[in-house]
């Protein structure tokens, strides 16, 4: 491997400012970009997804802990900076130009099990997000999730019950995997800074209750989550048979949806999955 300049020089070089649009804020502090590749363990020829990898930052520190990376970027301007990090880590990076909302990613990756991780743009990372924690399909495609959120959406996919950051994001990342808050960032680690505080949240697929369709307990949260001040007897009024499965399990109806711990959901969903 020939020696690699800093990445504020490769950014400098290659003009790219950062755009709002884009929701660019890099990372340019190798040692923490090293302990967030080693977030997800030993990468050692590993297949990788990398969304967003900008000027290569994160890129670089997966490269070095020896994954094989896949990486999409909608902002051509840094496709020359992350040609030439493919060229000092021969055969180990290949960039996609486009949009990672409508990457076929299982296509992308060749069908091999895959690791993400990514400093997500925060535009679209609740959407990526959803998308990484719906389906049918269970264990995915991927093997764990490494990613970087506004503080406050990470401390609510990490949410318990009984908290205002409970919600819909709480049990979608907790009702068939593990989600724990691996790394908080501050603010002034990034390039430009954003107004809020950041977090790295970590997640792996568990083992999926039986009986229980993804699609219908995200039925269920969006309804219950979607008035959480309300009874559920009241929130769920929309959801065909929810009350005669709320006396079946003997779930009192005048709880209110942040109340209901995950597994609560879970046993819901399941007398609702037809
Ligand atoms: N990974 C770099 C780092 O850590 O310094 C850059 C992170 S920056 C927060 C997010 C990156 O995602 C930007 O490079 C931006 O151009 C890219 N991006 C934004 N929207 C995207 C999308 N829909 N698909 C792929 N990349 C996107």
Same mark, same amino acid.
């Given at each position: 491997?020939?020696?690699?300049?800093?990445?504020?020089?490769?950014?400098?070089?290659?003009?790219?400012?950062?755009?709002?649009?884009?929701?660019?804020?890099?990372?340019?502090?190798?040692?923490?970009?090293?302990?967030?590749?080693?977030?997800?363990?030993?990468?050692?020829?590993?297949?990788?997804?990398?969304?967003?990898?900008?000027?290569?930052?994160?890129?670089?520190?997966?490269?070095?802990?020896?994954?094989?990376?896949?990486?999409?970027?909608?902002?051509?301007?840094?496709?020359?900076?992350?040609?030439?990090?493919?060229?000092?880590?021969?055969?180990?990076?290949?960039?996609?130009?486009?949009?990672?909302?409508?990457?076929?990613?299982?296509?992308?990756?060749?069908?091999?099990?895959?690791?993400?991780?990514?400093?997500?743009?925060?535009?679209?990372?609740?959407?990526?997000?959803?998308?990484?924690?719906?389906?049918?399909?269970?264990?995915?495609?991927?093997?764990?999730?490494?990613?970087?959120? %506004? &503080?406050?959406?990470?401390? /609510?996919?990490?949410?318990?019950?009984?908290? $205002? *950051?409970?919600?819909? #994001? !709480?049990? =979608?990342?907790?009702?068939?995997?593990?989600?724990?808050?691996?790394?908080?960032?501050?603010?002034?680690?990034?390039?430009?800074?954003?107004?809020?505080?950041?977090?790295?949240?970590?997640?792996?697929?568990?083992?999926?209750?039986?009986?229980?369709?993804?699609?219908?307990?995200?039925?269920?949260?969006?309804?219950?989550?979607? %008035? &959480?001040?309300?009874?559920? /007897?009241?929130?769920?009024?929309?959801?065909? $048979? *929810?009350?005669?499965? #709320? !006396?079946? =399990?003997?779930?009192?109806?005048?709880?209110?949806?942040?109340?209901?711990?995950?597994?609560?959901?879970?046993?819901?969903?399941?007398?609702?999955?037809?």
């Amino acid at each position: 491997m020939t020696a690699l300049p800093p990445i504020r020089e490769v950014i400098a070089r290659h003009g790219l400012s950062a755009s709002k649009a884009l929701g660019q804020n890099f990372l340019l502090d190798e040692q923490l970009l090293a302990r967030i590749a080693a977030i997800p363990g030993d990468l050692s020829d590993r297949a990788v997804l990398e969304v967003g990898p900008g000027p290569g930052g994160l890129t670089r520190a997966l490269l070095k802990a020896g994954a094989r990376v896949t990486a999409i970027e909608m902002d051509r301007r840094c496709l020359p900076a992350l040609a030439e990090l493919g060229e000092a880590f021969p055969g180990r990076l290949s960039v996609i130009e486009g949009d990672a909302l409508k990457l076929d990613q299982g296509a992308a990756m060749g069908g091999e099990p895959f690791a993400v991780l990514s400093n997500l743009p925060y535009n679209v990372g609740t959407a990526l997000f959803v998308k990484w924690l719906s389906g049918e399909q269970w264990p995915p495609q991927w093997t764990s999730l490494t990613l970087m959120f %506004q &503080r406050e959406v990470a401390e /609510r996919i990490v949410a318990q019950p009984g908290t $205002g *950051a409970y919600g819909r #994001l !709480a049990v =979608l990342a907790q009702w068939r995997a593990e989600a724990k808050l691996a790394l908080k960032v501050h603010r002034s680690a990034f390039t430009p800074p954003p107004k809020v505080m950041s977090a790295v949240v970590h997640i792996s697929p568990a083992e999926a209750p039986a009986g229980v369709s993804a699609r219908v307990l995200e039925r269920l949260t969006e309804a219950a989550f979607g %008035q &959480r001040r309300k009874m559920l /007897r009241q929130s769920l009024k929309s959801v065909p $048979g *929810a009350r005669e499965a #709320l !006396a079946g =399990l003997g779930i009192d109806e005048t709880r209110r949806a942040e109340t209901l711990g995950v597994g609560e959901f879970v046993a819901l969903a399941r007398r609702l999955t037809a």
